[in-house]
């Protein structure tokens, strides 16, 4: 059985493998609390298209290779023998029927196939879906008794992860892991530029990413980047900018949309995102030091001489792989412009649209700036549960006051939002401070009690992750300008997330091909990915 014909062009067959072994894992744990481990794979529609049976198709093996597989992982998750396991079905034929088999296979049958039907591929399959649920279970407390101590695969693990360091990653296999994870993300992006111009858009690319990678500007990028690729090949720096403000900035904002769903769409039908994610949304600020007259899309900051751009950000946190789905400008009602009150409602609302086009979104996190029944009722019109910070107002100072009378540590007090859009109850949750100091006042749309608001309100401390990305964005994919344009920052801002989010794939494609740890740190930086991009962004003749 091979899964060849299904395959991306220039896509690794060994991460593909990887990929639906972490997949397939993905699903046994979704399913696995408040179900046991028969009843899961009974209800298993995962295929194993990307491995390949080692008997031919001559081979007298009347046992189902796809049984085999999922056999195997069984007795992986649950640390069977194969006598034991043999045993188990001949108790209970039914099992054998659910995994596929006609007839129940002997400790004999499953020892000849891991040695002769399994190759090494099938072998790596099997551990890393295994694996992965062993850890998920017991890292999240899941109650799944009949699976075995993480303590026994732990470690293999190591020494799998070991051995990879020492081998390290080939640069051929990077270099065709960045352009497979590049070669997605382009093609959604059009100047709108004539035919027969001197550059393709594509070239303007290549530069807009040197530029990040250096951290410069386009006067001295474009000398250096003309001493790099030559004085023809490259386009000089007014050139650039001429180039970048053709770009519309709602064409922008859809074209990175696009990007996003086709990048999703490298991960093998979005199987992580199939359960509802965790996401964050947050403003994030690019400084302006030039006049502010004519200049609405300028906004005022904290500090009160502070002046800067905003974009607002809607990004997948926790277990998933962390990508930005969404990107929003921010127009801000300010001192030197006409502009309307900002109504932060609206920008959340067109953020959680675009991105539940892309992933079903179950919880969003989001900082004290979006404490506003608008923005509360517009996510529950979504569909979206969320967990918000509150300021201290009048009211939380009486809770908050009254608690310490009482002597307690947490109280969970019922309001409800009434605006134009609708209504709802909310729940605003009293708990400790994850900082040690005093007590923190959370609202959300979820019926949430006193015994669980504590361990509820521990969610929002996921949101770390998204000060990690806008660091990364600035720091390593970031071009810097001082143009006024706003069509120029909105690209340039726009592109370093797609650069951010380009990363982010190739480390989890990296990740799949060689390792059996799905986790947040990357094991290519993202200068080592920049940098790639930036050096083959055109595929040589």
């Known amino acids: ?53 080692g008997y031919p198709a001559w081979h007298p093996a009347p046992l189902s290779f796809r049984a085999m597989v999922l056999s195997f992982v069984f007795m992986e998750i649950s640390g069977d023998s194969y006598a034991g396991f043999s045993r188990r079905l001949t108790r209970q ?83 065709q892991t960045t352009r497979l994870a590049r070669d997605h993300a382009f093609d959604y992006f059009d100047s709108g530029r004539a035919s027969n111009a001197s550059y393709e858009d594509t070239q303007f690319f290549e530069f807009q990413t040197f530029m990040g990678m250096v951290r410069c500007g386009t006067a001295q990028g474009a000398t250096r980047f003309q001493y790099r690729r030559g004085e023809e090949y490259s386009p000089h720096g007014d050139t650039h900018l001429r180039t970048v403000k053709q770009f519309d900035s709602e064409e922008l904002v859809n074209g990175f949309n696009e990007t996003t769903d086709r990048l999703l769409s490298m991960i093998a039908s979005e199987a992580s995102f199939r359960r509802p994610v965790t996401a964050a949304i947050d403003i994030t600020t690019i400084p302006y030091y030039g006049e502010v007259e004519g ?118 007090e019922s309001a409800s939002v009434h605006v134009e859009s609708g209504s709802h109850p909310v729940r605003l949750l009293y708990v400790p401070s994850t900082s040690g100091e005093g ?38 994919f970031l071009a810097k300008t001082s143009s006024k344009d706003y069509r120029v920052r909105l690209f340039y801002f726009v592109f370093a997330v797609l650069l951010y989010n380009i990363w982010r794939l190739t480390d989890f494609l990296l990740k799949a091909d060689v390792d059996n740890e799905m986790d947040y740190a990357p094991v290519l930086t993202a200068g080592e990915c920049v940098e790639l991009i930036a050096s083959s962004l055109i595929p040589h003749d």
């Open 1 to 53: 059985m091979s899964g060849s014909d299904s395959m991306a062009p220039g896509e690794h067959p060994r991460s593909r493998s990887l990929c639906e072994a972490y997949q397939l894992g993905i699903a046994i744990r979704n399913e696995l609390e408040g179900l046991d481990l028969v009843t899961v794979f009974e209800n298993l529609d995962h295929s194993t298209d990307a491995i390949e049976d």
């Open 93 to 175: 034929p039914e099992v054998a029927t659910i995994l596929g088999f006609s007839r129940v296979p002997d400790e004999s049958a499953f020892s000849r196939a891991w040695r002769n039907r399994f190759d090494d591929a099938v072998h790596k399959y099997v551990y890393a879906a295994a694996h992965f649920v062993v850890k998920e279970v017991h890292d999240r407390d899941i109650p799944a008794p009949e699976v075995r101590p993480k303590t026994e695969i732990v470690d293999d693990t190591k020494e799998d992860r070991d051995s990879v360091e020492d081998e390290s990653f080939s640069q051929e296999e990077i270099i």
């Open 295 to 412: 200049m609405p899309m300028v906004s005022g900051t904290e500090d009160r001489d502070g002046r800067a751009f905003k974009f607002a950000t809607l990004s997948i946190i926790g277990q998933n792989i962390p990508l930005i789905l969404a990107v929003e400008p921010v127009r801000e009602s300010s001192e030197w412009d006409e502009n309307p009150s900002n109504q932060i409602h609206r920008t959340v609302r067109r953020l959680v649209r675009r991105a539940k086009e892309h992933v079903p979104i179950e919880t969003v996190l989001c900082d004290r700036e979006f404490d506003s029944i608008q923005v509360f009722q517009t996510l529950s019109n979504l569909d979206v549960n969320y967990l918000i910070p509150k300021r201290i107002s009048s009211s939380e100072q009486d809770v908050l006051e009254q608690m310490e009378e009482d002597d307690q540590e947490v109280a969970v």
């Open 439 to 476: 007590t923190a006042v959370f609202a959300t749309n979820l019926r949430v009690g006193p015994e669980e608001a504590e361990t509820f309100c521990q969610r929002y401390s996921r949101r770390w992750q998204i000060e990690s990305e806008y660091k990364s964005i600035k720091g390593d």
